[in-house]
């Protein structure tokens, strides 16, 4: 990790004199305890801990963008290289195309949906139609080897095509992926509508959380099907979010399910709840399970937080609260 971080710091030297460079990141540890594992203090208690660095360039009409992010592992506190996003990209008034490992369309719909903003105590869980499907070619939620174009914003809408074709040793992710978004977003109100398609379907990690390391690998063949749609309104005093997901795995079994949920601003500090239902069903048996969430975030200055969130999914009850900090 010392080397790499010694090579970041020279690329960002070097390139300062060409391109405006940013070196970012959080570091996040937490406590938990959990009805079904007990107590464990460990990174990325609320949002996944990381390291990143931004790099851009206007020449003439055009801005030529990178961006490199990575996780620092739980457990390990370890670097685990640039496997969150490692993209280049070019813009301009044609829109932007972006090519390299980047979030899908799907995910980031995903993240309208939730008001807990995807945390580690997301009542998205309990909701294996966007929980178990939002993995990308990875299993993380993103796309590697890909290509991306997102046309112009126009007017609040804005249209979203990526492709990742023919990806050879994927162990935790579909060989073949591709994903459209159509999003609004203007004054208060978003929108956005995401599909995939994917080789193959997949199990949750034994944790109930998508990681790569523990989640099963791919369990069946035929392409799978989903589709989001998901608003948030931004009412002032709190804003609400909620989205619809479906999900064919090609294999006779389908989810269905939904989330809703509210954060409310207190200043600087926030609540949010949620709840989450889904509907599985396959072999002509149906499964209906919920989950529901709660979070705050204290604000310690104009960098750091502290957290305290709870989360039951299908009776299995979890508990943490810990400290971040942004850099």
Do not use: C, H
Not at 121 to 144: E, H, I, R, S
Not at 157 to 180: C, E, H, M, R, W
Not at 227 to 232: C, L, Y
């Amino acid at each position: 990790m010392k080397k790499t971080l010694i090579a970041l710091a020279a690329i960002a030297a070097v390139g300062a004199a060409s391109a405006q460079v940013t070196v970012y990141g959080q570091l996040d540890v937490g406590i938990n305890n959990t009805s079904a594992g007990g107590t464990v203090v460990g990174i990325s208690g609320l949002q996944t801990s990381r390291f990143g660095v931004k790099a851009a360039q206007a020449l003439g009409g055009v801005t030529v963008s990178a961006v490199l992010e990575g996780e620092i592992g739980a457990g390990t506190a370890v670097f685990k290289g640039f496997d969150r996003t490692a993209k280049i990209g070019i813009g301009g008034s044609f829109g932007t195309v972006t090519m390299g490992n980047q979030w899908t369309p799907f995910d980031n719909a995903v993240w309208t949906a939730d008001s807990l903003e995807y945390s580690k105590f997301t009542p998205l869980a309990g909701m294996q139609a966007a929980w178990w499907y939002d993995v990308g070619n990875t299993g993380m939620g993103n796309a590697k080897n890909s290509l991306q174009y997102a046309t112009p914003d126009m007017n609040g809408f804005q249209a979203f095509v990526l492709v990742a074709p023919n990806v050879n040793a994927n162990t935790q992710g579909s060989t073949n992926y591709s994903g459209i978004g159509l999003n609004y977003s203007k004054g208060p109100l978003t929108i956005n509508f995401a599909t995939q398609s994917m080789d193959g379907s997949f199990k949750p990690a034994s944790d109930g959380w998508v990681t790569p390391a523990t989640k099963a690998a791919q369990v069946a063949t035929p392409t799978n099907n989903s589709n989001i749609i998901s608003v948030q309104y931004n009412l002032g005093m709190a804003t609400i979010a909620g989205g619809l997901v479906n999900n064919d795995t090609g294999a006779g079994e389908t989810d269905r399910g939904y989330i809703l949920g509210v954060k409310v601003p207190m200043g600087a500090d926030s609540v949010s709840v949620g709840f989450s239902s889904n509907k599985n069903s396959v072999g002509g048996k149906d499964t209906t399970k919920g989950a529901w969430s709660a979070q705050y975030v204290k604000a310690i200055g104009k960098a750091a937080q502290a957290y305290f969130g709870i989360q039951s999914v299908d009776s299995v009850n979890k508990t943490g609260a810990g400290l971040r900090l942004n850099f």
